[in-house]
């Protein structure tokens, strides 16, 4: 079973930066795609961030240019960068681990959540 686990999250004021990361407990070479999603009070859970086992990232068109994903295959861990964090960024942070498969649905993974907190 593949556990996620994140971290990182906590309360900043607005303009602030937080490092999210999430650690794997086996090699993040085995998904193809790994990111960062996350939920407001009220609303869907929407795609963040992701990379994949090339490196090729996708960003909302929220977060572009104040957030970076990567990824240190030592570590099997992603990483969140986030600058210029604004108010509406408040949500809770999932990651989310992705197998893609020939035949059939995809595995996907998540982790437990991290809340994000940006005050004004």
């Known amino acids: 079973q593949v556990q996620l686990v994140e971290s990182g999250g906590g309360l900043v004021q607005a303009g602030g930066s937080l490092r999210l990361s999430c650690a794997a407990s086996?090699?993040?070479?085995?998904?193809?795609?790994m990111g960062w999603y996350r939920q407001a009070p009220g609303k869907q859970r929407e795609l963040v961030a992701a990379i994949t086992t090339g490196g090729y990232t996708n960003y909302a068109d929220s977060v572009k240019g104040r957030f970076t994903i990567s990824r240190d295959n030592t570590k099997n861990t992603v990483h969140l960068q986030m600058n210029s964090l604004k108010p509406e960024d408040t949500a809770v942070y999932y990651c989310?681990?992705?197998?893609?498969?020939?035949?059939?649905?995809?595995?996907?993974?998540w982790g437990q959540g991290t809340q994000v907190t940006v005050s004004s």
């Open positions: 086996r090699s993040i070479f085995s998904f193809n795609t």
């Open positions: 989310r681990a992705t197998i893609v498969i020939a035949v059939g649905p995809n595995k996907d993974y």
